[in-house]
């Protein structure tokens, strides 16, 4: 009995929902890549910890993911463990100025209900397409609002088991967070937030404006390909090597934002990856700047590039 089996077998006997072989098209906003051979769905801690043990001891390959949002899997699919948080994990409420997430909730309606309830500090995060998971584990930011400017408590499992710890902004910079698998499962996320000054919703709607205008939001497409470089702008780069609306198969630089790579249609794993490596030789030739990937790229072992 190979591991995966083993930890199949396990989910059967404790109850926790899973399935087989689901494509990859079913878990990224990318809509490519082939099956992944277990997705698990633990729906309250007790699930998740014990999952998290059980894959731990069967020596199970597993990678937990939000909305796949940020994330491709190969054309040849995975033969590991998906973790997908649901139930509980995807609530939130207020207590007091903290928003208490579960990190299968969607970060953008947590932001929304937020700015609702008359707080401001997350309303940049209204157009955020992952969880709040997700969000943490990259440091996520966009109009000048980072992560690290408002998380304050995580609970989360990592190797000594459940923890509860205060945030250290300085474990957070751009795209990156020390609060993210594999070092850590997040399971809740706590932000502490400031009563609106009454530009809350004035400001969040004009970014979420803003993102309709600019962003090929109509297509499939992982948000922001690459990293902010240091003293440059991504899109900006790519625009001016000339590879706007240049394609690989049905995956395609955005004519709308530069700094995207769309599923135009039909486009595989294999497409969108040959597309951001000829957009990373071309730049680098034209201006001597090596763009750094920030969409997660799965390899074979489960794991990211």
């Not at 494509?23 to 007790?46: D, I, M």
């Not at 020596?59 to 040849?76: E, H, T, Y």
């Not at 294999?270 to 990937?293: C, N, Q, W």
Request: aromatic share 8%; net charge negative; charged share 25%.
């Amino acid at each position: 009995m190979t591991e995966l089996e083993k930890i199949a077998a396990y989910m059967d006997e404790n109850g926790i929902a899973y399935e087989r072989n689901v494509p990859g098209a079913e878990l990224t906003t990318f809509r490519t890549g082939g099956p992944v051979a277990l997705v698990a769905k633990p729906l309250y801690w007790g699930q998740a910890l014990a999952l998290h043990n059980a894959a731990k001891e069967l020596g199970a390959k597993s990678f937990v993911i939000g909305n796949g949002s940020n994330l491709l899997i190969p054309d040849r699919g995975l033969d590991c463990l998906f973790i997908k948080l649901g139930g509980e994990f995807n609530e939130f409420f207020m207590e007091g100025s903290t928003l208490i997430c579960g990190a299968g909730a969607s970060m953008a309606a947590a932001a929304k209900y937020s700015v609702a309830k008359g707080f401001m500090g997350l309303e940049w995060a209204a157009g955020i397409p992952g969880t709040v998971g997700g969000a943490v584990a990259m440091n996520a930011g966009a109009y000048g609002g980072e992560i690290k400017q408002v998380l304050k408590e995580v609970v989360a499992i990592n190797e000594c088991g459940l923890v509860h710890c205060k945030v250290d902004p300085g474990l957070l910079s751009y795209r990156k967070s020390a609060y993210s698998y594999p070092d850590m499962t997040l399971l809740e996320a706590r932000f502490e937030l400031l009563p609106d000054d009454g530009g809350a919703k004035e400001r969040m709607e004009d970014y979420s404006a803003r993102r309709r205008d600019k962003q090929p939001l109509n297509y499939p497409s992982a948000g922001s390909t690459f990293k902010r470089p240091e003293g440059f702008f991504a899109g900006k780069l790519i625009e001016d090597a000339g590879l706007k609306g240049f394609c690989v198969g049905g995956a395609c630089v955005s004519e709308k934002h530069a700094g995207f790579i769309i599923n135009r249609g039909g486009a595989t794993s294999s497409d969108i990856l040959a597309l951001i490596d000829h957009v990373r030789r071309t730049v680098f030739e034209k201006y001597g700047v090596m763009l750094e990937p920030e969409v997660k790229i799965l390899k074979e072992s489960g794991t990211d590039d």
